[in-house]
């Protein structure tokens, strides 16, 4: 080998940042102009906007999604974190139910009353999480797994109480919306609550993307991080607000869809390696483009077979579980060889 | 004059993790620029927690840790690590960064919001895989690595941040023979060369005998003595330390005699 690595391809730079950052902003946009294209023969101009706002939705779902995933992964030091299986997406998931149910007797408007209260659901979650998981300030990785199951279960059975409690006609909308599913005539019709969600989402994003580098320095121990220049405990605070904040726009627009989280940084790590900056950048692209093809994919599955919408959280989970599973073993055999 | 002066320094530190159970009770440090200390004693004695409260990660219950006239507490994290590096005892990554980049991850104090890394970051780097001798596996991730070349790895990753002081959390007491010589070889070259305060927890009395500048022995939070190695190099001394006898072995070569428990 030569004795000098100058400057390494998958280096980051300044340059490099902005050509990746134009190259997947314009595969975004191609694979949602493709997607908006297909289905019916005669594409109205109605249909179209409509479908370009649904894909909007889901583009926005898939990147706070997956870029929430990648952070949870690096600041836990654990593959197998993500909003869903640590229990944040359920627990945005309450809130929006409770938003649901309260439509007509709060005083905030409807854009502004369901993702404040899927964030406030989604932070008492990663708060009790947390606090479950941790002792003296550290994490162990199973005990955080199991914490997110036992708080998945307790949210469900909220859920299910919250189900009870409604009117049986609200009840479809309901059951489609905690299917995981984005559907063109709710939420996402109302500018305001798109507005908020991605500008949650957009600006989570980039709030991560400056936190890369500090995840990177992370994965060498907690004392080696903090002799770095990392504030270790800040940095765990602002991030699990932040997912939380991302999670909570996700849930609200689109339901609790499992595990975009989990598959999505983990292709990309293979692809781009392990730098945080870049699977913030990488992650949040490609979970934006995987939801939009997975949705589109419902959309065309919904119609061929005549049984109206397939939500896409059926199809993430359906995809997503075998996924963990190998996930979980392969690390099993890393501990316990 | 200036050389002198102590770049770090602790009076009468006291730190308890439980109320009642003193790990330090009044233990007086100080180190200087150019100099290689190793702290010695018994497991349980206080060394680690020590070297804690001289980073700033433990704050003492009494007394107060001074880095460059500065309570160490008072600087913010990164303007600390921009003075003061630490090497842990075993090397880890989680991710699988390649030795470069891990050094490359000891520039995050000097650099930006996205720590981007400009041509003096590289050329410091360069500089600190040279020193270390880690350029010709710069390539290799660290489970690709043996522990010696993971450790020297590491020590980089803290040259990187070009720090005034290092602190080492018993670098070698899982390397083989050869590598032990080499980690000690490199701080001894870091303090003697780099011109850094290079403070390293140590078990092995007869290597930090050899090539410290100077010795703390420690036993049950207290400092027992604190000196030159051909004056704590002392049967007594060592035997109410370790709380064995000691038998000491001349050599012709070395003006420190070799110690061996009996």
């Known amino acids: 080998m030569t004795d000098s690595p100058a400057i390494p391809a998958r280096h980051l730079t300044g340059r490099r940042l902005v050509i990746l950052l134009a ?18 023969y ?65 005083a905030l408007p409807g854009w502004a009353t369901t993702p404040l209260l899927a964030l406030i659901g989604a932070l008492l979650t990663c708060l009790l999480v947390y606090s479950i998981a941790q002792r003296h300030g550290r994490l162990d990785p199973f005990v955080l797994l199991l914490s997110g199951v036992i708080v998945n279960a307790f949210n469900g059975a909220i859920m299910l109480g919250i189900f009870l409690l409604v009117p049986p006609r609200t009840i479809s909308s309901f059951t489609m919306w905690a299917m995981g599913g984005i559907s063109e005539n709710i939420a996402i019709a109302e500018t305001g609550f798109m507005l908020t969600c991605g500008g949650a989402v957009l600006a989570g994003w980039a709030m991560l993307l400056l936190r890369g580098a500090a995840f990177n320095t992370l994965g060498l121990g907690d004392e080696v991080a903090l002799s770095t220049g990392v504030s270790v405990h800040r ?61 589109t994919l419902c959309r065309l599955a919904g119609s061929w077979l005549r049984i109206g919408e397939v939500p896409v959280g059926i199809v993430t989970a359906l995809s997503g579980g075998p996924f963990f599973i190998f996930l979980l073993r392969r690390r099993f055999r890393e501990v316990s060889p | 004059m200036k050389s002198v002066e102590n770049i770090l320094l602790a009076g009468d530190l006291r730190f308890a993790y439980r109320p009642g159970q003193p790990v330090l009770r009044g233990v007086n440090f100080s180190s200087r620029a150019g100099k290689l200390t190793c702290i010695l004693g018994p ?81 410091v780097a360069r500089a600190a895989m040279v020193m270390t001798d880690t350029l010709r596996f710069a390539d290799r991730t660290l489970d690709e690595l043996s522990g010696g070349e993971a450790q020297c790895a590491m020590i980089a990753r803290a ?23 080499a980690i000690y070889r490199m701080m001894q070259r870091l303090a003697h060369d780099w011109n850094m305060a290079v403070i390293c927890v140590s078990h092995d009395v007869n290597l930090a005998a050899r090539f410290s500048d100077r010795m703390l022995l420690m036993r049950e939070g207290c400092v027992l003595t604190d000196g030159r190695p051909e004056d704590v190099i002392r049967r007594d001394v060592l035997a109410e330390t370790y709380d064995v006898q000691i038998d000491l072995i001349e050599s012709p070569d070395s003006p420190v005699p070799f110690i061996r428990a009996r």
């Open chain 1, 42 to 106: 005669r594409l109205m101009w109605s249909t179209w906007q409509a479908r370009m706002l649904r894909l909007t939705a889901a583009a926005i779902v898939g990147a706070a999604l997956a870029s929430a995933g990648v952070a949870l992964q690096g600041l836990l030091r654990n593959p197998l974190a993500e909003p869903f299986v640590l229990g944040i997406s359920s627990g945005a998931g309450v809130g929006v139910l409770l938003g649901f149910a309260a439509a007509g007797w709060v």
């Open chain 1, 235 to 295: 940095l765990r605070m602002e991030t699990f607000v932040i997912v939380a904040m991302m999670t909570a726009a996700a849930v609200a627009l689109a339901g609790p869809i499992g595990f975009v989280g989990l598959i999505v940084p983990h292709i990309c790590r293979l692809i781009v390696g392990p730098d945080h900056r870049k699977l913030a950048i990488v992650g949040g692209f490609a979970g934006a483009m995987f939801l939009m093809i997975a949705d």
């Open chain 1, 23 to 40: 190259i997947l902003a314009g595969a975004a946009i191609a694979v949602a102009l493709a997607c908006s294209l297909l289905g019916e």
């Open chain 2, 43 to 123: 497991n349980g004695s206080g060394k680690t927690t020590l070297l804690r409260c001289l980073m700033g990660r433990l704050r003492p219950d009494g007394g107060e840790v001074l880095l460059k006239n500065k309570a160490v507490r008072k600087y913010s994290t990164r303007e600390l690590a921009r003075l003061l590096a630490y090497v842990p005892q075993f090397p880890a990554s989680a991710q699988a960064f390649t030795v470069h980049e891990i050094v490359l991850l000891g520039r995050f104090a000097h650099t930006g919001a996205l720590a981007l890394t400009g041509e003096k970051d590289h050329a």
């Open chain 2, 159 to 181: 040259l990187a941040q070009q720090p005034k002081v290092m602190l080492l959390d018993e670098p070698s007491s899982h390397l083989d023979v050869r590598n032990q010589l």
